[in-house]
């Protein structure tokens, strides 16, 4: 059977009828989908419009449409001494982001967009985002699961799925009035750890996370925290956000005693 729709003149669809004729399956054309009639010709189809549909192609015909010409096109093809360029199917790549709270598909040709790098500029260009890194592309996957990114050069072949990966930055300010940044937190998001060696910036504490978007808990040690372990819950549906964390300021004093009534005092 055909993979696909074939359309008459007036715009309806014609659906082929039962075959035992090797799999093939006939279209019958109705008497109000003929044409004109003329002197050296019966009575043909007006015209008919083939649209094959096959997962991951994209179908372009040629232009003119061959099969809308006047006269019979049925005798046009009999005629023909060579093969009949109907069109063309180009396969295409998905992609799928979230960005500020808003999930967007894509179909990327893939002569257009060979590797994940140029899919990942795409989207950016598309989304009008503008963010400090680049798009990272990971395989298909929920929140919770651990990305499996994809190089700049990773071939887009028919049907490759790929994910734009939510990228965060958490940081750990000690206080809300100072700019003192915690850089030797333990944080971790699922099995992944994410220690100061990753930070953004060398002279601060930033904690950069690349996941799939969704919600996420991130936990988060350290004493400035308390002695419990911080549990930090993340909605993240943009391409890039950043999270502040505020740990306590305090301040210990200890102080003693020294003999002769003199009083040694130390603050922490």
């Not at 500020?100 to 894509?106: A, C, L, T």
């Not at 372990?229 to 950043?242: E, K, M, N, W």
Request: aromatic share 8%; charged share 15%; glycine share 8%.
């Amino acid at each position: 059977p055909f993979p696909g729709r074939i359309i008459d003149a007036n715009g309806s669809q014609l659906k082929p009828e039962h075959s035992f004729l090797g799999g093939v399956q006939p279209v019958r054309f109705q008497a109000s989908e003929v044409g004109a009639v003329s002197n050296d010709s019966p009575t043909c189809p007006a015209s008919v419009t083939l649209v094959p549909e096959a997962p991951y192609f994209h179908w372009f015909p040629v232009k003119p449409w061959p099969l809308g010409s006047e006269g019979c096109h049925v005798q046009h093809l009999l005629q023909c001494t060579e093969a009949l360029t109907l069109g063309f199917l180009r396969p295409f790549a998905t992609a799928m982001a979230w960005h500020q709270g808003k999930r967007h598909d894509f179909e990327l040709p893939i002569e257009s967009y060979p590797t994940a790098a140029a899919a990942a500029a795409y989207i950016i260009e598309t989304l009008d985002a503008e963010v400090c890194a680049p798009v990272v592309l990971a395989s298909p996957g929920e929140a919770g699961m651990e990305p499996e990114v994809l190089g700049p050069e990773h071939p887009l072949l028919l049907g490759t799925q790929l994910h734009a990966l939510a990228q965060c930055e958490l940081r750990i300010m000690l206080g809300t009035q100072s700019d003192i940044e915690i850089s030797d937190a333990w944080v971790g998001l699922g099995n992944v750890a994410h220690r100061s060696a990753t930070a953004v910036e060398a002279k601060n504490g930033r904690y950069p996370l690349a996941v799939h978007a969704g919600d996420h808990q991130v936990t988060v040690t350290h004493p400035a925290l308390g002695p419990e372990p911080r549990i930090v819950a993340l909605s993240l549906r943009s391409l890039r956000s950043v999270w502040t964390l505020f740990a306590r300021a305090q301040v210990i004093i200890y102080s003693t005693l020294l003999p002769g009534g003199n009083l040694q005092v130390w603050f922490c």
